[in-house]
């Protein structure tokens, strides 16, 4: 495996797998699986040949990076997390509602 610092590491040119179209799983008649192709990831270069694993793990992690800090970003802003919060509990209430099976019990598995 080769060794590039992150600092002079530049993203290749990529676009949509062909065999999934970008999608990065492969949709068989009665199951589903990664595609083998991209590696599960969607991504191919423009001839359609796989990205280099080291590629992808790079690419992958800044997008996760960059999604991580956006996220943090959003919650800093006043009244998100407490709209958060209100919403996880709605939720929590909303599924517990529906749990509520024959004679308003939860159904135990008798």
Same mark, same amino acid.
């Given at each position: 495996?080769? &060794? =590039?610092? &992150?600092a002079e590491w530049v993203p290749p040119?990529?676009?949509a797998c062909p065999q999934c179209d970008g999608r990065g799983e492969y949709r068989g008649t009665f199951h589903t699986s990664?595609? @083998?192709h991209c590696h599960g990831t969607g991504y191919a270069a423009p001839d359609g /040949? @796989?990205?280099p @694993? /080291?590629?992808l793990i790079a690419m992958i992690s800044r997008r996760r990076d960059h999604w991580r800090r956006a996220h943090a970003q959003l919650? +800093? =802003?006043p009244g998100v997390r407490e709209a958060v919060e209100q919403h996880k509990t709605r939720q929590q209430a909303e599924q517990e509602r529906q749990a509520?099976? %024959?004679?308003?019990g +939860? %159904?135990?598995?008798d």
């Open positions: 495996m080769r &060794q =590039v610092s &992150q040119d990529h676009g990664p595609c @083998a /040949e @796989a990205l @694993a /080291e590629d919650l +800093r =802003v509520m099976g %024959y004679g308003s +939860r %159904y135990q598995g």
